[in-house]
């Protein structure tokens, strides 16, 4: 540490805790700086696990543009996610990708990530299709999406009894797709022979991953929105009818129509972004507004970022999670019972690469379990440096890691030590004393205690970005640690 000027006094004071303002508060006359780890401990204080305990942040993810991009993964994200674990901050996985079960797809970006990552963190765009089970179990549902049998397989996994593909309507049918040539030999070979498809209700269409061919699940659905009563074949008498609510059209026991993933367009290897699975449903929208002469609405639920429903039920994962791993604590801890319990989440960050589903998504999602929601936007992904997001977020960051280390740093998080300072304030004020002499003082604490004895306050920078650098750990920056409060400071003004 410098020494002061001979003509005008300087002070620097510095304190973390009420005890440890005790042991390094300073006057600023001379010195060496202080080592490293010292002054570590002394701005990152060992902090009772109780209080340290009393709430948390977490994390959603988005998956792909943020850890993948294609099928490499990008930089930092593992170590991100180790550091995490490490930290025991909760977090999710909130893709809008599908296509497998959730252990699956767990299991498959843990092998691409080098990382654990536990099923029970998984949400998937099909995800919420979870809760319809009770409603379809025994019920035929076409699920759309996919290659051979795959969502067969995943939507039998969930629980529903009764599942049909559209190529399973071909094999009965084979005239119904109006150009074969290409697909065929696929639908031949996933088809499934089944005897009462030409008079069993089929109760909810759900498009559950991106159509292989669009030709025929866009012919399928169609005629199944102008059955009657969800048998495939069967015509409605009733569409047009002018006397019936939307004109006649859905008023006639038609299949629920669902779609698990809105978004128009995603990042692969290509160098430019492909239609998504929610491209699809533009498809539908335009095909079913031409046939009804925009004279019927086209009524179907949308699940999947950014809709209420997938950041409710991904709040409902995450909490499920957190809890979780607070009881793996406990009992690994040695407290009886197993814990009393995880600490409330207060605020979760939403970090993905597209404005239009995990931002907005994040953005406008109230929570129902207290918790504010923010976003941090990305740019390895779908939005591009430097052009206008279609939606604010709360923070840009270039990547993943990036990302949390922006959110660590908002938070106070001592990501080096790995303890939890949230509940800390970070107090930096300009004082004047009795002297004439000015001078910085700061302290990250709960009550700002010391203030009455170092004179007038000329300048707070509370809880600033000022503030949160001076006593910022320098894993990510340079050696910095604190530069502001180290800093002669003598009259430094108004
Ligand atoms: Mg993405």
């Known amino acids: 540490m410098a020494s002061s000027s001979s003509s005008s006094k300087t002070y620097t004071t510095l304190a973390v805790s009420d005890n440890m303002s005790r042991k390094v508060c300073t006057r600023a006359?001379?010195?060496?700086?202080?080592?490293?780890?010292?002054?570590i401990k002394q701005y990152f204080p060992e902090t009772p696990r109780e209080s340290a305990q009393k709430s948390t942040i977490a994390f959603a993810f988005d998956i792909d543009g943020v850890f993948v991009k294609g099928k490499d993964p990008l930089p930092g994200g593992a170590d991100t996610l180790r550091l995490l674990q490490r930290l025991k901050i909760p977090y999710i996985f909130l893709t809008n990708g599908g296509g497998l079960t959730e252990k699956d797809h767990a299991a498959k970006v843990s092998s691409r990530l080098n990382v654990d990552i536990d099923p029970d963190q998984f949400v998937q765009s099909h995800s919420?299709?979870?809760?319809?089970?009770?409603?379809?179990?025994?019920?035929?549902?076409?699920?759309?999406?996919?290659?051979?049998?795959?969502?067969?397989?995943?939507?039998?996994?969930?629980?529903?009894?009764?599942?049909?593909?559209?190529?399973?309507?071909?094999?009965?049918?084979?005239?119904?797709?109006?150009?074969?040539?290409?697909?065929?030999?696929?639908?031949?070979?996933?088809?499934?022979?089944?005897?009462?498809?030409?008079?069993?209700?089929?109760?909810?269409?759900?498009?559950?991953?991106?159509?292989?061919?669009?030709?025929?699940?866009?012919?399928?659905?169609?005629?199944?929105?102008?059955?009657?009563?969800?048998?495939?074949?069967?015509?409605?008498?009733k569409a047009g009818d002018v006397t019936l609510p939307n004109n006649g059209y859905l008023q006639d026991n038609q299949p629920k129509l669902?779609?698990?993933?809105?978004?128009?367009?995603?990042?692969?290897?290509?160098?430019?972004?492909?239609?998504?699975?929610?491209?699809?449903?533009?498809?539908?929208?335009?095909?079913?507004?031409?046939?009804?002469?925009?004279?019927?609405?086209?009524?179907?639920?949308?699940?999947?970022?950014?809709?209420?429903?997938?950041?409710?039920?991904?709040?409902?994962?995450?909490?499920?999670?957190?809890?979780?791993?607070?009881?793996?604590?406990?009992?690994?801890?040695?407290?009886?019972?197993?814990?009393?319990?995880?600490?409330?989440?207060?605020?979760?960050?939403?970090?993905?690469?597209?404005?239009?589903?995990?931002?907005?998504?994040?953005?406008?999602?109230?929570?129902?379990?207290?918790?504010?929601?923010?976003?941090?936007?990305?740019?390895?992904?779908?939005?591009?440096?430097?052009?206008?997001?279609?939606?604010?977020?709360?923070?840009?960051?270039?990547?993943?890691?990036?990302a949390v280390r922006l959110v660590l740093e908002k938070e106070r998080y001592n990501y080096l030590e790995g303890q939890n300072i949230m509940e800390a304030r970070v107090y930096l004020k300009v004082y004047r004393d009795q002297e004439g002499c000015d001078y910085k003082a700061g302290h990250a604490n709960n009550s700002d205690s010391d203030s009455s004895k170092k004179g007038r306050i000329l300048k707070d920078r509370t809880n600033t970005d000022e503030s949160i650098e001076a006593v910022r750990p320098p894993r990510f920056g340079k050696l910095m640690l604190p530069a502001a409060l180290r800093q002669k400071t003598a009259h430094p003004g108004n």
């Open 258 to 402: 669902y779609f698990s993933n809105p978004d128009f367009e995603w990042v692969t290897d290509y160098h430019q972004p492909r239609f998504a699975q929610g491209a699809i449903r533009e498809c539908l929208e335009g095909l079913w507004r031409y046939s009804t002469k925009g004279e019927a609405k086209l009524e179907y639920t949308s699940i999947g970022k950014p809709s209420e429903a997938t950041f409710m039920y991904g709040e409902k994962i995450l909490k499920r999670f957190h809890e979780k791993m607070s009881r793996i604590q406990a009992m690994e801890g040695g407290v009886s019972g197993g814990g009393g319990g995880a600490t409330a989440i207060r605020t979760v960050y939403m970090i993905g690469d597209n404005p239009d589903s995990d931002i907005v998504g994040a953005n406008k999602y109230k929570s129902q379990m207290g918790a504010t929601w923010k976003s941090v936007l990305v740019e390895t992904g779908v939005y591009q440096a430097g052009t206008k997001p279609n939606h604010q977020p709360t923070y840009h960051a270039r990547g993943i890691a990036d």
């Open 29 to 39: 006359a001379g010195g060496g700086t202080p080592h490293l780890s010292t002054m």
């Open 128 to 237: 919420p299709f979870h809760d319809l089970v009770p409603l379809y179990r025994n019920r035929r549902i076409l699920v759309i999406g996919g290659e051979g049998d795959q969502i067969r397989h995943v939507a039998e996994a969930y629980g529903f009894n009764d599942v049909i593909t559209s190529s399973d309507l071909f094999v009965e049918w084979r005239t119904l797709h109006p150009f074969p040539e290409v697909s065929a030999p696929h639908h031949s070979a996933h088809g499934r022979p089944t005897p009462d498809l030409r008079t069993k209700e089929i109760a909810a269409i759900l498009v559950w991953s991106s159509s292989r061919d669009w030709c025929l699940d866009l012919q399928v659905m169609h005629d199944l929105l102008l059955s009657s009563g969800g048998v495939f074949g069967k015509k409605s008498v």
